[in-house]
């Protein structure tokens, strides 16, 4: 009895740790997967944090690289020309058919914007966007507002000091759609600014003929501009096509014209051509009678030789010739007596 219990108990202390060692395996399974998933999640972390570095070094050189333009007027110009066409090619222009880049207008240099607008009939939009706005990007990053104030005013002047260059320039001389130029800010913001720190600076700008604007005036300006080049294009195409039918009409006309006048000319023709065929019909009309009456009677041939007149019949003809010239000596007095009947009106009878 004391051994069945023991037994018993052992296999339950077997079972009971076969279960524990079950369970610490699982346990232990469970933490090395764990530590797995952790060591992915930290691989997976820095390669993030690398990548993310390499995004802050290239955003950093780029600051850099805008810095050191924003530092010098030219790449500030290049910088504001390549958003001004941008800008004009996400509007749908094409460039070489609804504006130009860096066109001479004067020949010479003298005149020479960054873009040129084609409205239509040889009506041209000058551009110029080399306008400096580094102290405003300066007046954004301070958190001073007597430093901001000042950035701004500086902000300010430097477009007036462009936009007095601008006028100087003349550019309505070559390009009179607008008679002035466009002066183009890559920022709205910008020339809000410049309008807000210098009220005085719109009137001025428009008593010099320069229009200031930022992206959205552009995109306004711009899509103006196509307007109405499609517009002239089409009223173009209108008149030519118009042309051309007023040509065409004409050309029918002499066409037609021409068929009257031919059909005209071809009725005569016919008419002249029936009365042709009508009087050779009656020509042999009258002469097949005539014809067919010599057919009929035979008339003898009378030929010339050197004794006189003879007869194509022969000897008969010789000897009634003969005849007649033996009696022509005392038939002389007959002969006169005929002719004297024939005058008064006797001749049938005598002849009979």
Not at 193 to 210: C, F, H, N, Y
């Amino acid at each position: 009895m004391g051994s069945a219990m023991l037994g018993g108990l052992l296999v339950v202390m077997v079972l009971l740790f076969a279960a524990a060692l079950l369970v610490i395996w699982r346990l232990y399974g469970d933490s090395a997967r764990r530590a797995e998933d952790s060591a992915r999640r930290a691989e997976e972390a820095l390669r993030m944090l690398e990548a993310e570095r390499e995004r802050a070094s290239r955003h950093e050189a780029a600051l850099r690289r805008y810095e050191v333009t924003f530092a010098s007027s030219t790449g500030r110009g290049e910088l504001g020309e390549q958003a001004l066409v941008r800008t004009t090619r996400a509007l749908g222009l094409r460039e070489g058919v609804h504006f130009t880049q860096q066109t001479d207008l004067a020949g010479g240099g003298a005149a020479r914007p960054d873009l040129v607008l084609n409205v239509g009939g040889d009506r041209r939009v000058p551009v110029d966007a080399k306008a400096s706005f580094a102290a405003w990007a300066e007046a954004m990053e301070t958190d001073d507002p007597a430093e901001r104030d000042e950035a701004l005013r500086v902000h300010a002047r430097n477009i007036r000091a462009r936009a007095k260059e601008l006028a100087g320039r003349d550019y309505q001389r070559w390009a009179d759609a607008i008679y002035g130029a466009i002066m183009f800010v890559p920022s709205d913001a910008a020339v809000v600014s410049a309008l807000d720190s210098d009220p005085t600076l719109l009137g001025w700008l428009l008593e010099k003929r320069v229009f200031l604007c930022g992206p959205t005036g552009f995109g306004v300006l711009a899509s103006a501009a196509l307007f109405a080049a499609t517009e002239r294009t089409i009223a173009a195409d209108i008149e030519r096509i118009r042309a051309q039918a007023v040509e065409a009409q004409r050309a029918a006309a002499s066409a037609v014209e021409a068929v009257n006048l031919s059909g005209t000319h071809l009725q005569r023709f016919v008419s002249a051509r029936r009365r042709e065929l009508d009087a050779l019909e009656h020509f042999r009309g009258a002469v097949l009678p005539l014809a067919e009456l010599n057919d009929a009677t035979g008339v003898a041939e009378v030929r010339r030789t050197s004794e006189g007149l003879a007869g194509s019949d022969g000897p008969s003809g010789s000897a009634e010739l003969a005849g007649s010239e033996g009696s022509s000596g005392s038939g002389d007095e007959a002969g006169r007596t005929d002719r004297v009947a024939s005058r008064n009106g006797t001749g049938d009878g005598a002849a009979e």
